[in-house]
C-alpha cells in the first residue's frame, strides 16, 4: 500500500508538502501504511466499521423506512496536527471563548461594549437566540458557554481560520473518542511512537467542569443529561456521554418543577437534579416560557434556572452569540473584553444587512459562500461557484428579503488530507471542530477535535447530515518519532 | 438512583426476550412432535397459538392454523408484536434507547439479537430449514444474555428490574403451557393416560429443558408428578413457584425489603401455592387454578406499574 500518485492539487495537505514529501508530523503514519500490504488498510477499514455496528454506533436515516441505520463513515488515514502548530490554536480558542463568555454576559447585564460603541445595538436585537428572559441573570461563575465546538479551516498557506463558533448544543465529540479508540487498535505502534496527546479524559474533565458550575453549596451534585430521546440523531452521542461521565440520561417527561427543584422521577420517588447538561434547544426547554407544545423540556426548568436552583448548560440565552452576524465581531470582543489582538482569524465576513456589502455580495454570487446566520448543519447554505445560474438567482430573491439573516464569505480553498478510496488514496476537503470546556476562569480544549471530510469528490461540504465523514485527529508531540524513553 | 422509566424500559426488555425464547422453545418441542405424528390429520397447531393468547388475532390473519402459517405469525410476522422477530426488535429497540444503562457487552448482544430473525420469508422453504436454527439460537442468546446480566450487573435496582420482568414474564408463560396442554391437546378425559398423552407430556417437560431432571429425578411420567415439578417445584428455574419467589426477592431488594403493595400480592400468591399439593391442583380443576393464578399475576403487573413507574396514572398493565 503506498501513496504513489497521491496529488495534493493546489491544495494545503494535512500530511503531505506541495512537494509530495510526508510532513514530519506524518512520516511515521504514512511508513507505518506503506509497509502494510495491499487490501489490509481496506479490511482494517471495514473491520472498524463493523464495530461501530455492532456497538450500535449508527443513526436513524429520517424518511427512509424501518430498518435504515447508518454509521457516520469513518476514514481510517488519521489526520495529523503537530503540536506546537497545535498550542497556538488551543491559546487561540481559549481567548476567544472567554472573549464571547464575556460577550454574552455583558449583553444580559449592562451592554458596555454598546455604549462604547464597539458593536451596534441591533446585533443582539436581531439576533435569534437573544432571550429577553435571562436579562440581569448570573449562571454560577459566570459561565454561559460550558461547551463551545468552534469550527476551524485552514487555506491554502495551511492558516487556521475560524469559521463559526457552534454555542448551542455542539456535537460530534462522541465521535473523537470512538475513532480514537477505533484507532489505537490499528496503529498502536506508531500511535505510541509519536506520542499523541490523550483525548480518552475527556468525559473526566467535562463532569468536572459541570461539577464546577453546580449551584452553590452542593457537595456532590447530581447530574443529568437531558436527551430528546431516541429518535434524535445524537441519541448516541447523548447515552455514550451520560455513560461515560456516570450522569443521569433522561427525557423531558422524566423530570418535574416541585415548585423549587427540578427532579427527576425516579422507583424511589422524586430526587433533585443540580445541574444538566441538555442537548435540547432553548426554544424546547420550558413550555411554560417557551414553545407551549414541547415536550421535551420540562415545565417550571426556567424559573428553577432563574432562582439558581439547577444550572443548565449551555446557559440559556447563550444561542446569542451563535450567530453569523455576532461571530463578525468577535475579533472586535477580544480586543475589548481582554485587551489582545485575536490569535486566530475570522474568515472575512460580509454582513449583508450593510448596504455596500449587500451589493457586492448579489455581484460576487458565483464567487462567494453564501450563509444564514442562524441555521447550523450546512443548511440553507449557497456555495456560489458550485451552484447553477438558477439557483443563484434564486438564492439572491432570498437575500434581498432578508438581508440581516446573511453573511457572505470566499469562497475558501479549504486544505485536504488523503482518504482511502477503494485501492489507493485520493484528497478531500477537511476542517476541524475542537471542543472547549469553560470553566470561568479557564477552559480545557480537546487536543485535536473532530475531523470532518467531504467525501465526495470535490465537495466542499463535511457536514455528516450531507454526506461528510470522520477522521480520527492526532495531536503529536514527537512527530520525528524520537526513541521514546 | 434508577428512573422510572428505565426501570420500566429494563423491565419490558427482559420480558421481551424471556417472552421470544419461551415461544422459540415452545415452537421447537411442537416441530418436533407433530413430526412424530403418524399422518398430518393429527398434527396440532392450534394449541401454539393458544399459548400466547392470541388466537383472534390469528385466525383473523391467517384462518385455520397449520404448520406453515403457525411458525410464520409465531417466528417471522413484524405486525404482530409477540412473534419472536418482533419481540427481539422491540427488545433492541428498548434497549437502544437506554445504552448508557446496559453494560456494553450486554448491549452488543441484543442488538444483534434483535437482527437475527428477518421479518419476512418469501420462500416457504426458508423456513423449514431455519425455524430449527433460529429456535435453538434464540433460546441459547437468550440463556447468554441471562448469563450477562447476572456476570456483569451490579446488584442495584436495574438488576432486580431485569430479573422481576425475567421471571414475571417465565412464571406466566409456564403457566399457559401447562393450561393448553391440559385443555387443548386432550380435550377427552378418556385419552388420559394414552400413549399420546405420555408424549405430549413429555414434549412439555423438553420445551422447559426439564425431560433430564424429571426421568433421573421421579423415573416414569404421570401428570402428578409433572405438575409437581411445573408447579410447585422450588429448585427448578422455570417452575411457576420457583418463579414467582425469585421475583418477590427482587421486589424486596429494589425496595431495599420495604414491603409494598405488589409485594403483598406477591407474596400471598407464593403462600398460596406452598400450602397446594398436585392433587389439590387437580381437584380444583386445573382450568380454575390457572385462571386464579393469572389473575393474580396480572395485579402483580399493574401493582409493579403504580408503585414505580407511574405513581399516579392508573393503567390497564400488562
Known amino acids: 500500500m503506498n501513496f504513489e500518485g497521491y496529488e495534493?492539487?493546489?491544495?494545503?495537505?494535512?500530511?503531505?508538502?506541495?512537494?509530495?514529501?510526508?510532513?514530519?508530523?506524518?512520516?511515521?503514519?504514512?511508513?507505518?501504511?506503506?509497509?502494510?500490504?495491499?487490501?489490509?488498510?481496506?479490511?482494517r477499514q471495514d473491520a472498524s466499521e463493523r464495530t461501530m455496528h455492532s456497538m450500535g454506533i449508527t443513526f436513524n436515516v429520517y424518511g427512509s423506512g424501518e430498518g435504515t441505520e447508518r454509521t457516520i463513515p469513518f476514514d481510517i488515514v488519521p489526520r495529523i496536527i503537530d503540536g506546537n502548530e497545535w498550542d497556538v490554536v488551543e491559546a487561540g480558542l481559549k481567548q476567544r471563548i472567554k472573549a464571547v463568555n464575556r460577550f454574552i454576559d455583558d449583553i444580559y447585564h449592562d451592554r458596555k461594549i454598546i455604549a462604547d460603541g464597539v458593536v451596534p445595538e441591533w446585533l443582539f436585537t436581531s439576533s435569534k437566540g437573544y432571550l429577553p428572559q435571562c436579562q440581569g441573570l448570573n449562571p454560577p461563575k459566570g459561565v454561559w458557554a460550558h461547551v463551545t465546538g468552534t469550527d476551524l479551516v485552514r487555506d491554502e498557506a495551511g492558516t487556521?481560520?475560524?469559521?463559526?463558533?457552534?454555542?448551542?448544543?455542539?456535537?460530534?465529540?462522541?465521535?473523537?473518542?470512538?475513532?480514537?479508540?477505533?484507532?489505537?487498535?490499528?496503529?498502536?505502534?506508531?500511535?505510541?511512537?509519536?506520542?499523541?496527546?490523550?483525548?480518552?479524559?475527556?468525559?473526566?474533565?467535562?463532569?468536572?467542569?459541570?461539577?464546577h458550575v453546580a449551584p452553590e453549596g452542593i457537595e456532590r451534585p447530581t447530574v443529568a443529561v437531558l436527551t430528546p430521546g431516541v429518535y434524535n440523531s445524537a441519541y448516541f452521542e447523548h447515552a455514550f456521554l451520560a455513560q461515560q461521565m456516570g450522569a443521569l440520561l433522561v427525557e423531558g417527561h422524566d423530570l418535574v418543577y416541585d415548585g423549587k427543584y427540578i427532579c427527576a422521577r425516579t422507583v424511589g420517588g422524586l430526587v433533585r437534579i443540580d445541574v444538566i447538561y441538555r442537548r435540547i434547544d432553548d426554544e424546547f426547554l420550558d413550555p411554560d416560557v417557551f414553545q407551549e407544545d414541547s415536550y421535551l423540556g420540562c415545565r417550571g426548568m426556567m424559573k428553577a434556572f432563574r432562582e439558581g436552583t439547577v444550572t443548565l448548560a449551555n446557559a440559556p440565552g447563550t444561542g446569542v452569540a451563535d450567530d453569523k452576524v455576532v461571530y463578525a465581531f468577535v475579533p472586535q470582543m477580544i480586543k475589548y473584553y481582554l485587551g489582545e489582538e485575536a490569535l486566530l482569524p475570522n474568515v472575512p465576513t460580509h454582513l449583508c444587512c450593510e448596504k455596500e456589502a449587500l451589493e457586492y455580495t448579489l455581484d460576487n454570487l458565483d464567487k462567494l459562500v453564501v450563509k444564514p446566520a442562524s441555521e447550523s448543519g450546512g443548511y440553507g447554505m449557497l456555495i456560489g461557484p458550485k451552484a447553477s445560474q438558477k439557483e443563484r438567482d434564486d438564492f439572491a430573491k432570498d437575500l434581498r428579503a432578508d438581508p440581516r439573516n446573511y453573511i457572505s464569505q470566499p469562497t475558501l480553498a479549504l486544505s485536504r488530507a488523503p482518504v482511502l478510496v477503494d485501492d489507493h488514496f485520493e484528497g478531500r476537503h477537511v476542517d476541524l471542530r475542537p471542543f472547549i470546556l469553560h470553566r470561568g476562569e479557564d477552559s480545557y480544549v480537546l487536543p485535536g477535535g473532530l475531523t470532518r471530510v467531504a467525501l465526495k469528490k470535490g465537495s466542499l461540504v463535511v457536514n455528516s447530515s450531507q454526506g461528510g465523514g470522520t477522521k480520527d485527529t492526532w495531536v503529536v508531540d514527537n512527530p520525528a518519532g524520537m526513541e521514546v524513553v | 438512583m434508577l428512573l422510572s422509566r428505565v426501570a420500566d424500559n429494563i423491565f419490558w426488555m427482559s420480558r421481551y426476550i424471556e417472552r421470544a425464547s419461551n415461544t422459540a422453545r415452545f415452537l421447537e418441542v411442537s416441530y418436533h412432535l407433530n413430526l412424530d405424528q403418524q399422518s398430518r390429520d393429527e398434527e396440532q397447531w392450534a394449541p401454539l397459538v393458544e399459548i400466547t393468547g392470541d388466537m383472534k388475532l390469528f385466525k383473523a390473519r391467517y384462518g385455520q392454523p397449520n404448520r406453515d402459517n403457525v411458525m410464520h405469525f409465531l417466528m417471522f410476522n413484524p405486525e404482530y408484536p409477540n412473534s419472536i422477530a418482533s419481540g427481539l426488535r422491540i427488545a433492541r429497540t428498548i434497549a437502544k434507547g437506554m445504552r448508557e444503562t446496559v453494560p456494553s457487552e450486554m448491549f452488543e448482544r441484543i442488538n444483534a439479537l434483535g437482527k437475527l430473525v428477518p421479518s419476512a420469508t418469501k420462500e416457504k422453504a426458508f423456513f423449514h430449514k431455519r425455524v430449527f436454527e433460529l429456535c435453538r439460537e434464540v433460546k441459547?442468546?437468550?440463556?447468554?444474555?441471562?448469563?450477562?446480566?447476572?456476570?456483569?450487573?451490579?446488584?442495584?435496582?436495574?438488576?432486580?428490574?431485569?430479573?422481576?420482568?425475567?421471571?414475571?414474564?417465565?412464571?406466566?408463560?409456564?403457566?399457559?403451557?401447562?393450561?393448553?396442554?391440559?385443555?387443548?391437546?386432550?380435550?377427552?378425559?378418556t385419552d388420559v393416560g394414552t400413549p399420546l398423552d405420555d408424549l405430549q407430556w413429555s414434549a412439555l417437560l423438553e420445551s422447559l429443558d426439564l425431560k433430564e431432571t424429571y426421568i433421573?429425578?421421579?423415573?416414569?411420567?404421570?401428570?402428578?408428578?409433572?405438575?409437581?415439578?411445573?408447579?410447585?417445584?422450588?429448585g427448578f428455574p422455570r417452575s411457576i413457584l420457583f418463579c414467582l419467589k425469585t421475583a418477590l426477592d427482587s421486589l424486596y431488594r429494589i425496595t431495599h425489603d420495604k414491603p409494598e403493595q405488589p409485594h403483598e400480592i406477591l407474596a400471598d400468591l407464593c403462600d398460596a401455592l406452598e400450602g397446594m399439593s398436585p392433587k389439590d391442583i387437580i381437584d380444583k380443576g386445573m382450568n380454575e387454578f390457572i385462571d386464579e393464578l393469572q389473575l393474580s399475576i396480572n395485579e402483580v403487573n399493574n401493582a409493579i406499574h403504580i408503585q414505580f413507574i407511574s405513581p399516579k396514572a392508573v393503567t390497564a398493565g400488562a
Do not use: C
Open chain 1, 160 to 211: 487556521f481560520f475560524v469559521l463559526e463558533d457552534n454555542l448551542r448544543v455542539p456535537s460530534g465529540v462522541s465521535y473523537v473518542l470512538l475513532n480514537r479508540t477505533l484507532m489505537k487498535r490499528n496503529f498502536p505502534e506508531v500511535f505510541h511512537q509519536s506520542q499523541v496527546r490523550r483525548v480518552v479524559d475527556y468525559p473526566d474533565q467535562f463532569m468536572k467542569m459541570l461539577h
Open chain 1, 8 to 43: 495534493t492539487d493546489i491544495f494545503f495537505d494535512e500530511l503531505f508538502d506541495n512537494q509530495g514529501q510526508a510532513r514530519d508530523s506524518a512520516s511515521l503514519l504514512v511508513n507505518a501504511i506503506e509497509s502494510l500490504s495491499d487490501g489490509d488498510l481496506q479490511s
Open chain 2, 216 to 234: 433421573r429425578t421421579k423415573g416414569l411420567i404421570t401428570p402428578e408428578n409433572v405438575i409437581e415439578m411445573i408447579v410447585l417445584d422450588r
Open chain 2, 140 to 189: 441459547q442468546e437468550a440463556i447468554m444474555i441471562s448469563g450477562m446480566a447476572s456476570e456483569l450487573i451490579e446488584r442495584g435496582q436495574g438488576y432486580h428490574f431485569w430479573r422481576l420482568g425475567q421471571f414475571l414474564e417465565r412464571a406466566d408463560k409456564t403457566s399457559r403451557l401447562l393450561h393448553v396442554k391440559y385443555f387443548y391437546l386432550l380435550p377427552h378425559l
